[in-house]
């Protein structure tokens, strides 16, 4: 009785259900921004609310972090520029709709998605947060490792019909996560001696350039054809299509709790990675992914959502932040008085549930906000494109600078968006230069700390690798997804579909 009572303190006090509606709209809308960020509304909001009652910063903190995981996903679907990196795989499929006329449709279809995918986080959470984080305790550098290894290969799944391509994308972005100074022993890399480098590339000007600014400069040959008419006449999706993609959206949900329960990964990893699960799992998907297939928008929005869930788990029960934002949320855990870890279940089980009953109830906002102001929205895609495209230019100019207000992330944002613009002509993705730009600090990380656990040795980081149960399952999974993209996979299930198609033919 105890814990439904804390569960649903948060709905039945106005000032609480005002600070959580609040925090989630404008979450919504600083996340559909690029170059704004959660974590920077959210660092900025303990300054304001650390001489607030715990509850009340929390409900404000936990209604923006839920709105703007989501919020990333608007501009992504509507200009193919994420507001987040959690929204690059939404673009993929969720752009193309757009471009067909069906931004209303593909925005009310993520947002439901996304509210299923947030509620299963939710309770696995309520349900099952000290048995996951036992298990991503259990995680050692090494395998932090091979994580990020396999996110860097599952570019393969965005990367069209070439493997190649993807690989090299990826590893492009891999080398420029590597410029700046080095973790460990802060040397210069890849700087030339240039103070503006030794921060590193920031990612969202990176983002911005190769989304935003590459595909205004793509479709500029186009300005003479019409905008496309969008439709939204009906915004909430059909009962049968909630039910024909609910088990996809469980599958991906489930990716998504438990990669954002692992310490330092977040919604964009789980995205990746259920983007190409549902690309491995549909067989004849009604339009092929990267052109508009539901399932792709379907996959990523229900998993990043789920990992905001999955990044409360570590942290509430044992002081490890799962993500930047629950980072910082532990730090305002601790201006309060409160110490985030296995005893906080002990000490103060009234916060675990009011913070489960809190994300449900920004969850819920979270469809309410979402299913509204889509008709407002999907203007921007219909306006000319001499009109949008300037627009475009000038949201990428004003995102770059306003991440550290400087105009040295501007002249990235402007070069890497020509260098898309070429990427694009030649048939290479964009998405795996940015995803190894991420993730690549990941790996750099762990694989220094898992050199220095074997004093250097390589034969014994293999060893490890090959005799630890985890590592090896998680070392089998990279060879199954390289395999899985050879061309002589690929010819023997083609061979193999035409076989099974011929026979339902003559059947």
């Known amino acids: 009785m105890d814990a439904l009572t804390y569960l649903f303190s948060t709905w039945v006090q106005p000032e609480l259900l005002a600070l959580t509606a609040i925090g989630t709209f404008a979450g919504i809308y600083i996340g559909a921004i690029p170059g704004l960020s959660v974590t920077m509304a959210v660092s900025i909001l303990i300054s304001f609310t650390f001489s607030w009652d715990v509850n009340h910063a929390l409900a404000l903190m936990n209604g923006i972090f839920m709105g703007g995981v989501y919020g990333g996903s608007r501009t992504a679907i509507l200009l193919n520029i994420p507001g987040a990196p959690a929204a690059i795989a939404t673009a993929l499929d969720g752009y193309p709709m757009a471009k067909k006329g069906e931004a209303g449709s593909a925005i009310g279809l993520s947002t439901v998605m996304s509210f299923i995918g947030g509620f299963v986080g939710i309770v696995v959470l309520a349900i099952a947060a000290p048995a996951i984080s036992e298990f991503a305790i259990k995680f050692q550098p090494r395998d932090y490792m091979l994580i ?20 090299f994308a990826g590893a492009l972005g891999m080398l420029l996560g590597t410029v ?30 190769m989304f935003g600014v590459s595909e205004a400069l793509l479709q500029l040959h186009h300005l003479k054809t019409e905008a496309v008419k969008q439709k939204i006449d009906r915004i909430i999706p059909m009962w049968s299509d909630v039910k024909k993609y609910l088990p996809l959206s469980m599958q991906t949900s489930a990716i998504g709790v438990i990669i954002g329960a692992l310490p330092g990964t977040g919604g964009d990893i789980a995205a990746l990675m259920a983007y190409d699960h549902a690309k491995r799992v549909t067989k004849n998907p009604e339009v092929p992914f990267g052109e508009g297939a539901k399932e792709g928008l379907i996959a990523p929005e229900s998993a990043n959502n789920a990992a905001v869930g999955g990044a409360y788990i570590p942290m509430l029960t044992l002081g490890i932040p799962g993500d930047a934002v629950t980072a910082i949320i532990i730090g305002a855990l601790f201006i309060h008085g409160l110490n985030p870890g296995p005893l906080l279940l002990i000490e103060k089980p009234d916060m675990f549930w009011f913070t489960v009953g809190n994300l449900t109830l920004a969850n819920f906002f979270m469809l309410i906000f979402g299913l509204t102001g889509i008709r407002l929205f999907t203007k921007i895609v219909e306006c000319p494109k001499a009109l949008l495209f300037p627009l475009i230019l000038l949201l990428s100019v004003v995102g770059s600078y306003s991440i550290n207000n400087s105009i040295s992330d501007v002249w990235w944002m402007l070069g890497f968006g020509i260098f898309g613009y070429f990427m694009k002509l030649y048939g290479y993705q964009v998405g795996p230069v940015i995803l190894g730009v991420i993730l690549s600090r990941l790996m750099d990380d762990n694989w220094r700390r898992s050199i220095i656990s074997e004093q250097g040795s390589v034969s014994g980081l293999v060893h490890g690798i090959v005799t630890s149960p985890l590592s090896l399952v998680l070392l089998l999974m990279i060879i199954f997804i390289v395999g899985t993209q050879t061309p002589w996979w690929k010819a023997a299930f083609d061979k193999k579909d035409s076989a099974a198609k011929a026979v339902q033919k003559e059947g």
């Open 148 to 167: 990020a290894m396999m996110g860097i290969l599952l570019v393969s799944a965005l990367s069209g019909e070439s493997l190649a391509k993807g690989i």
């Open 180 to 209: 700046g100074l080095d973790p460990m022993t802060a040397e210069q890399r890849f700087t030339f001696d240039s103070v503006s480098l030794m921060n590193g590339i920031s990612p969202i000007a990176l983002m911005i350039g």
